[in-house]
């Protein structure tokens, strides 16, 4: 948290910062601080997946022991969701959410950049996840794949309402999953910062600076509640990844 | 882990396994001594027996493996911190919100395409506007049961 100028400024924190500009064309490629934490972010993961279980030990070691729970959890959720066939896009889906996993966990660090209260960031994930839902919806059920849009059970009159309302519902969920990822992240840290902000200000204001361990204790508090909605928005980008997954095995209901 | 001491199971068909009590699952030391401990030694020769034998064992350990998880589900359903429950609403709401406008922009925008391909301003943008906002309600209404079908699996459970 930077004060500026006498005043604390809570949206410092993510603002991008080049460390090598670089250009091809007219397109900037720059590495940026969030490069460099998305760079980070894979080498943890890979190193805690890669050396933890490179013993295979039968009675893990507590690194073993985490990696195996991360699989676990993920493998039943995925099953749990889109079922036995769902398992295909195991590995993706566990790419996806222990990388979204470890950036909101490293973003909680102070000083540190959260890659994922930047929106493009969410943005292309959830992108990412419809390219491949309809891809493979039309991979596996060709045209049939386009059921999706149409509800069963229901007259011909009022589908020609429906249908649209389900297309423009459809083409939402990038937005809505990419958004509730982003705006979870942003204000978990605009408030904390802003309660930084707080504590900076009431030091600097002479006899108020007795208040100042309150909205200390706020931030103490306010801590637990962002490590939950980290683990918990990881948790609900995997979850919904996996519903939308299942939309392209069983395009039917 | 406990898994891979029961994956290799089958090919221990020699090994007697011993009636388990659930106590022996609770510990992964319990699972490897109950599939590993001879217990009594009359086994027939019969090889079809013995794969009936060996598919009986199986089907225990299963049904017990299958009890220990439901007893860890309950368990790990009580530990959830209670004092969640403010995240929890705070999700929900960002969900609502995010599901809603979501759906009101993605009809902004196709009818703005409309206007700019046919050239029927405004009319695109007053139709999609209108559509976005009902498959915002649409999108809303599917959360909800989502959560009420959620609530109801998890009260019955």
């Known amino acids: ?253 | 882990m406990v898994r891979a001491v029961l994956d290799g199971l089958p090919h221990c068909g020699a090994i007697r396994v011993k009636p388990l009590s659930l106590e022996d699952l609770t510990s992964p030391a319990g699972i490897i001594f109950a599939a590993t401990a001879p217990g009594s030694l009359g086994m027939s020769d019969d090889p079809e027996k013995k794969d009936a034998e060996l598919q009986a064992r199986l089907a225990k350990l299963d049904e017990a493996l299958k009890a220990r998880d439901a007893r860890e589900a309950e368990r790990a359903a009580k530990v959830s911190p209670q004092g969640s429950a403010f995240a929890k609403a705070m999700s929900a709401g960002l969900a609502v919100f995010s599901e809603f406008v979501a759906a009101v922009i993605v009809g902004a925008g196709l009818g703005w395409l409309v206007d700019y391909w046919t050239g029927a301003k405004p009319w695109g943008l007053v139709v999609f506007l209108g559509l976005g906002a009902a498959a915002g309600f649409w999108n809303v209404y599917r959360l909800a049961m989502r959560q009420a079908r959620d609530d109801q699996a998890k009260g019955e459970g």
């Open chain 1, 1 to 253: 948290m930077a004060v500026e100028g006498g005043k604390p400024n809570p949206i410092e924190q993510f603002e991008l910062v080049r460390f090598f500009e670089h250009r091809i064309g007219d397109i900037e490629v720059s590495f940026t601080n969030a490069s460099a934490y998305m760079l980070l972010i894979a080498l943890v993961l890979v190193g805690l997946m890669v050396f933890a279980t490179a013993g295979k030990r039968v009675v893990p070691t507590r690194l073993q022991a985490a990696a195996e729970m991360l699989y676990e959890f993920v493998a039943g959720m995925v099953r749990q969701v889109a079922g036995e066939e769902g398992m295909r896009f195991f590995p993706f889906v566990f790419s996806l959410f222990a990388f979204v996993l470890i950036a909101n966990l490293i973003g909680l660090f102070p000083y540190t950049f959260s890659v994922t209260s930047q929106i493009i960031v969410t943005f292309s994930f959830a992108m990412l996840v419809m390219l491949i839902v309809v891809g493979y919806g039309i991979y596996r059920h060709g045209f049939h794949f386009f059921g999706l849009f149409v509800p069963h059970g229901v007259p011909k009159p009022v589908l020609v309402a429906l249908v649209p309302i389900e297309i423009i519902s459809f083409l939402s969920r990038p937005i809505s999953l990419s958004v509730r990822l982003f705006a979870n992240m942003l204000a978990g840290h605009i408030t904390l910062a802003v309660f930084g902000g707080f504590v900076a200000l009431l030091l600097g204001a002479g006899a108020w600076a007795v208040l100042a361990p309150v909205p200390l204790l706020a931030i103490t508090a306010l801590y637990a509640l962002e490590l939950l909605v980290a683990c918990l928005q990881a948790f609900v980008f995997a979850t919904l990844t996996c519903v939308y997954l299942n939309d392209a095995i069983h395009p039917g209901h």
